[in-house]
């Protein structure tokens, strides 16, 4: 065991790398939590509301314990090369520290004249556009070339698919010549958000880091004689003015950063982009393409300088996702291939869930998370995109697609085709036209009646009463991956489904066949005739053209879900009901996770359904209060009208009148109290239309539309995307205006997410009522079903477990965890809403949330920490509501 497996690196007291003078107190209690967390290899999740610094923070821990660790792994070098005290060991150590500075001097040197290439080609504003060939992009292709690749010569020109592919392609690329220095991978952080837009806010903040600069290895003792890192050591001896000073004239670490993305967003070839529906798709072709058709954004191989240089480009600046695609024009090298060149090397890199999360991604990438550091950023999304990623949707006309498809390329190769392609073939067609007829029986006993009771045809019979009590069918129903197999039938049940996976990936037969539909539909559309003879085939086979997506490819991800399972239009859908295996090998490899969010209260939710498989000593968490002043948020819980009515507003009152009065009253008292805008999130777009009606009548609604106008502009959340930012930018001007302005949203839509509604745009967030889901929902209902059945498996553990003697909590006995479930999905999407308001430490704002339900500990113990307990205040009366928020804005000046 080397010297720096054993040093334990020491939390630090304060972190000199943060961007501001003095940073608050909690932001330090936060840096060291995630400092210790890296350190100990622990899973934590994080809650620092929106103010806090939450991207600083978790930049500055991670990369200055990334500084460190690289002093601790220098000083293990040196230690294990010479183990003596001896002028042989001394010698040895000295001569390795010489190599090593020499190293990294060359690399650094490398990246500045990268810097240099890219500062001499922005300054010339030139691009330069590569010469379009004359050549037709799609040759005729001879029927051979349909054929499935041989086992033996799998040339993976895609190289986008697996793990090895990546690896081959990258070395085809770039093949190791002996002037060329090796790679040099290192420890990362993994930094993961939802959306590309959410990403580009961390590289401003990292450039706002002062790490400190490299210095001459043989200048300085990188692990002190107590064993201390030189970073941590100078922090002992140094106080908060003396770093601040001798700071000014240092030279600052610029990390390595890489943003990664999709072909979508990096792709620069635009005529490719223009005549592709599927870039990736459309990609894979130009790869597998000889090389005259090839793309020309990327090199030859043999002639990857170009390539290597960009790739330099990327590392010596931080990019975001839109100047790494601006960049690879100027450069006129592929973005995305070059992008992926540069993750061994890279330090910190950006990506979306999508990248980080699908195991297919991460080693289509050459992602390997080993020991690293993973941060999963706006951590509230993280269980709902787990859930989406392995959803599958199958529509009956995609499925008949695909098997005309098949059947047809089969007939035509039969004699051509190896036993090995043949016999897999012939189980993939058992297996989709089992799935076939499966659903149009389906369809026909469920779907069809309930479009002839909704047409139904004249009689001049009338119908007997048997016939008027027959009921159809529900138009849902639930299976397991077992019964629906078992369905299928005798086939499909001895079927091995990973197996025909495996052949459909090796083979990219899945391109091959839907590559000769194309072919006989351009015949088809040439000759004014289809080879294939029913008009039914001529239909399907002209679905797919050019460039999309493969309909074989998402009955492989349909076939690939039912065999890893463990748990008017007919369509199939495969809903994974527990989110935590496809986290389990990301948590498995990494050092340490860190999920981390403005607003992931209750946390708890995300420990059951995530973290069930790790030993408690492994799991951390921690949640900040907000740095603003007590004084500056008033939140109140309402559970009584002006009427002296109780608040309910579940969805069987949403719409009585009386209900509708008492809200509508209680939002026209507000607005008289609130200065500025105030936003008013309804529990569903059901309840603010029914509002909505009610309020514009005069005379059975009390005309409180008109009322709510008179005081403030009122606005409405749009159903339209495109209509957003229109109504923002309205709103923005009305609300800081003298009257200020009334918005009308919606719980988990458009507005309650990602927007920054600070100071005069939000001086009150007002909740009507909870947002439960809806539980006529199959995949609600399956999902609770499931949670509760691995309740009871759990409680069965701990009660054999404690019966030998062993000690171990697993669950939280007296909590049922469907109603749990239920509960912590409602609380998630309320406490989103409250954060959009209280932006930074100088805003303040009132929070009231309208409902009797509210004053249920069970429900107040999932707000923030910062808002719940001592900070929530239950009015008896509606009186005393107004007299608080009165009180309130009153002590603002308002």
């Known amino acids: 065991m080397s010297s720096s497996d054993t040093l334990i690196l020491p939390t630090p007291e304060f972190f000199p790398a943060f961007p501001y003078p003095q940073p608050y107190t909690i932001q330090v209690e936060l840096m060291r939590h995630l400092y210790e967390a890296i350190e100990r290899k622990k899973v934590t999740v994080v ?4 103010g806090t610094g939450k991207t600083s923070s978790l930049l500055c821990a991670s990369l200055t314990w990334l500084h460190d660790e690289k002093h601790r792994a220098r000083k293990g070098k040196l230690d294990n090369a010479a183990t003596g005290d001896d002028w042989v060991s001394t010698q040895t150590r000295d001569r390795l ?11 650094e040197r490398k990246l500045a004249d990268a810097r240099r290439r890219e500062a001499q080609l922005s300054k010339a504003r030139v691009r330069k556009k590569p010469k379009l060939d004359d050549k037709p992009c799609q040759p005729i292709q001879e029927d051979s070339s349909f054929l499935p690749e041989n086992n033996d010569d799998l040339r993976e020109e895609d190289g986008m698919n697996l793990s090895p592919a990546v690896r081959a392609l990258m070395a085809r690329m770039n093949p190791q010549t002996p002037d060329e220095e090796p790679q040099r991978p290192c420890t990362k ?8 837009s959410q990403l580009t806010q961390v590289l401003p903040e990292l450039g706002k880091l002062k790490i400190p600069g490299s210095t001459s290895i043989s200048s300085l003792n990188p692990i002190s004689e107590q064993g201390v890192p030189y970073s941590l050591g100078k922090r002992k001896v140094q106080d908060n003015h003396s770093l601040s000073t001798s700071s000014v004239d240092q030279k600052y670490y610029q990390s390595r950063a890489l943003s990664l993305g999709s072909r979508k967003h990096l792709c620069i070839n635009d005529e490719l982009r223009a005549r592709a529906r599927d870039i990736d798709e459309g990609c894979r072709e130009l790869l597998a393409g000889k090389k005259e058709n090839r793309c020309l954004h ?4 043999g002639e990857e300088m170009s390539m290597n240089e960009f790739r330099d480009q990327i590392l010596a600046t931080p990019k975001d996702i839109e100047d790494l ?4 024009r100027a450069s006129g090298v592929c973005p995305y291939f070059a992008s992926r060149k540069a993750v061994p090397q890279a330090e910190l890199i950006t990506l979306p869930y999508n990248l980080l999360l699908q195991k297919s991604a991460r080693e289509a990438l050459g992602i390997d998370l080993k020991d690293q550091i993973v941060i999963v950023d706006e951590g509230h999304n993280l269980i709902p995109t787990l859930l989406s990623l392995s959803t599958v949707h199958i ?15 089969v007939i035509k190769f039969r004699n051509r085709l190896n036993p090995a392609n043949l016999v897999q073939l012939k189980r993939l067609l058992a297996f989709l036209d089992a799935l076939a007829k499966f659903l149009e029986e389906w369809r026909d006993k469920r779907v069809l009646p309930l479009i002839d009771a909704s047409h139904p045809a004249p009689s001049k019979f009338p119908s007997t009463k048997n016939e008027q009590k027959v009921k159809p069918l529900e138009v849902q129903e639930v299976l397991t991956p077992a019964e629906l197999a078992e369905r299928m039938g005798r086939k499909v049940v001895g079927l091995n489904m990973l197996e025909i996976v495996k052949y459909l990936k090796k083979s990219k037969i899945a391109r091959k066949i839907s590559g000769y539909a194309d072919k006989l539909t351009e015949d088809a559309e040439k000759e004014k005739e289809l080879e294939v003879t029913s008009a039914d085939s001529k239909k399907k086979m002209s679905i797919i053209r050019k460039g999309v997506v493969p309909p074989l490819h998402a009955i492989e991800d349909l076939m690939i879900a039912l065999a890893g399972a463990t748990d008017g239009i007919v369509e199939i859908k495969y809903h994974l009901l527990n989110p935590a295996p496809h986290f389990r090998d990301v948590m498995d490899d990494a050092r340490t996770v860190i999920i981390a969010g403005g607003t992931m209260s209750p946390i708890s939710d995300v420990h059951n359904q995530l973290f069930s498989h790790l030993p408690p000593e492994r799991i951390t968490s921690f949640s900040c209060g907000h740095i603003i002043p007590s004084e500056n948020v008033l939140t109140v819980a309402v559970s009584q009208g002006p009427s002296g009515r109780q608040l309910d507003f579940k969805a069987g009152k949403q719409g009585d009148p009386a209900v509708l009065a008492d809200l509508g009253q209680i939002i026209l008292n507000f607005t008289r109290i609130v200065p500025g805008g105030m936003i008013v999130f309804f529990p569903s777009y059901k309840f603010l239309e029914t509002a909505k009606s009610a309020w514009a009548s005069a005379t059975e609604g009390g005309g409180y539309l008109e009322k709510f106008g008179v005081k403030k502009k009122v606005f409405f959340e749009p159903e339209d995307q495109a209509e957003v930012e229109s109504v923002l930018q309205q709103y923005a001007t009305a609300a800081s205006s003298q009257t200020g302005a009334l918005l009308l949203a919606v719980i988990g839509a458009k507005l309650s997410e990602g927007l920054n509604f600070a100071d005069d745009l939000a001086r009150a967030v007002v909740v009507v009522g909870l947002p439960f889901a809806n539980l006529a929902s199959a995949e609600l209902r399956e999902r609770m079903r499931y949670v509760k059945r691995e309740q009871e498996k759990r409680l069965k553990e701990v009660s054999k477990e404690n019966n030998d003697g062993v000690q171990r909590q697993i669950v939280q006995k007296g909590k049922d965890a469907a109603a749990e479930l239920y509960e912590n999905l409602c609380m998630n999407a309320v406490n989103q809403s409250i954060g959009r308001a209280i932006r930074h430490r100088n805003d303040w704002a009132a929070l009231l949330l309208l409902d009797q339900r509210y004053s249920n500990p069970s429900i107040q113990e999932k707000l923030p920490r910062w808002l719940g307990g001592d900070n929530l205040f239950i009015a008896a009366h509606f009186g005393g509501v107004v007299k608080e928020m009165g009180a309130f804005f009153r002590g603002k000046g308002r």
């Not at 809650?47 to 929106?50: K, M, N, Q, R």
């Not at 952080?189 to 590309?196: E, G, L, P």
């Not at 990327?298 to 191989?301: A, F, Q, S």
């Not at 529509?395 to 059947?407: D, F, K, R, Y």
């Open 298 to 301: 990327l090199p030859p191989v």
């Open 47 to 50: 809650e620092s509301p929106t």
């Open 189 to 196: 952080i993994y930094y993961a958000s939802r959306t590309h």
């Open 395 to 409: 529509s009956l006309p995609l499925l008949q697609t695909a098997l005309c498809q098949v059947t047809t390329y």
């Open 325 to 328: 695609a601006l960049a690879g």
């Open 97 to 107: 520290r010489r190599e090593l500075e020499v190293e990294e001097l060359e690399y």
